[in-house]
């Protein structure tokens, strides 16, 4: 009996589905998750700014890469969160403990990202 499945174990489909499954993922982020839709907004509006100041090719790449790095952090906390949710809908501690870990985790990548404009800004408005 031949299945009508398209044999994943191709590397172009592999490839083929693993973007599908990515594009999935972020557009069910940014349908459900508030705090990515901003993240994305102020990414939007902040690695254009990274591109037109004056500064260094490197500073330029830490600030750019401090803004993938928060969306990074979000999407696993989004994940971790629906998961939790999966699993229980009851208050546990362990339950507690992935969610808050994962918000605190993206709280550092917020203030590591802020501290690096910041710092950039500081540097270009002393020159």
Not at 25 to 54: H, K, N, T
Not at 88 to 98: E, F, G, R, S, V
Not at 99 to 106: E, R
Request: proline residues 3%.
């Amino acid at each position: 009996m031949e299945s009508n499945k398209p044999d994943k174990k191709s590397p172009i489909l592999r490839l083929w589905y693993a973007l599908i499954y990515s594009l999935s993922g972020m557009a069910q982020a940014w349908r459900d998750e508030q705090a990515f839709r901003q993240e994305v907004v102020l990414s939007i509006v902040l690695i254009p700014c990274a591109f037109l100041l004056p500064i260094d090719l490197s500073i330029r790449l830490i600030l750019i890469l401090s803004m993938i790095i928060v969306l990074i952090v979000e999407l696993i906390n989004s994940s971790v969160e629906a998961v939790t949710d999966l699993v229980t809908k009851d208050l546990h501690d362990l339950a507690k403990k992935a969610k808050d870990c994962t918000s605190a985790a993206v709280l550092i990548s917020l203030v590591f990202s802020g501290a690096m404009w910041a710092l950039a800004l500081y540097g270009w408005l002393l020159n």
